[in-house]
């Protein structure tokens, strides 16, 4: 009995404390309110920079993934052009090689030394492949070189940017013909000499090997004329040309086999004994 009435004594009081904290806050409201508005201004303060300095980690964390994946991106746009370049080339080169009336030896570049006055290019194709000295080297711009040494499968190519290079070749359009040779300025700038000044030449013409010496066929493309000079005190003028084939970028190319014509030959040997 005594612990019924213990028991009744903590419920009556325990009621009564919430009663009493019911009045308390009931009577107080209004301050409670303004605590609150108080607590959450001063939360609101508190937040706003920690807000941002959140914002500023997420846009550096946002950049840099962006940042890399510019990067990814341009790798994959250069390696696609590089790969559409190179398709293009070898699209070039078949064409070539099915409208060209000379056989064609395919060749690959593997080594180039264009640094020097003194320039080659080695090319894996040799005896074995039938090249032979001499045979001119050409891709689907233009003329290259001469090969100039030959192994069993490679052979070393004579380009034209070497101060030892010389080609008989001709302006289309009017057909006067000249020696085609390297100035030394830049890779791909040539010189066409012994063109007469009573031949008019302009900007813009193509150049093509004339065939006159017996070391190239006709019809090679050579390069394009950019500037003329009138010869001081001769009768010829001096072109420069650009050359169509760019031999910083070559990778692939033909070895034309074309062989000097043995009757031409034998004649310009006897006129040399002769005089």
């Avoid at 009663?19 to 309110?33: D, F, K, P, S, Y």
């Avoid at 190239?216 to 050579?222: E, K, M, R, T």
């Amino acid at each position: 009995m005594r612990q019924l009435t213990d028991v009744k004594d903590y419920i009556i009081t325990a009621i009564i404390l919430l009663l009493a904290i019911t009045l308390m806050v009931n009577r107080h409201e209004g301050g409670l309110q303004n605590l609150r508005k108080v607590s959450i201004t001063v939360l609101s303060y508190l937040e706003q920079p920690l807000s941002n300095f959140r914002i500023y980690r997420q846009a550096i964390s946002t950049n840099t993934y962006l940042h890399r994946q510019n990067i990814l991106l341009q790798d994959e746009l250069n390696r696609l052009r590089s790969v559409e370049e190179q398709n293009r080339v070898l699209r070039d080169l078949l064409n070539l090689r099915e409208e060209s009336d000379l056989p064609l030896i395919p060749v690959r570049v593997v080594a180039k030394d264009l640094v020097s006055i003194n320039s080659s290019i080695t090319v894996n194709a040799g005896t074995d492949d039938g090249v032979k000295i001499g045979m001119p080297v050409i891709n689907s711009d233009g003329l290259i070189g001469q090969v100039i040494i030959v192994a069993k499968d490679y052979s070393q190519v004579l380009p034209y940017s070497n101060s030892m290079f010389r080609v008989s070749a001709q302006i289309e359009e009017n057909r006067a013909y000249g020696i085609v040779s390297w100035p030394a300025r830049s890779n791909r700038e040539l010189l066409l000499r012994f063109i007469p000044e009573t031949v008019q030449v302009e900007p813009g013409q193509y150049v093509y090997t004339s065939g006159y010496s017996n070391q190239f066929p006709a019809g090679i493309p050579v390069g394009e004329v950019t500037e003329i000079e009138s010869g001081a005190g001769i009768e010829t003028q001096t072109i420069y040309l650009e050359a169509f084939a760019d031999l910083s970028t070559i990778a692939e190319a033909f070895i034309i086999e074309f062989e000097p014509d043995t009757t031409i030959q034998n004649l310009n040997e006897a006129q040399e004994e002769l005089f």
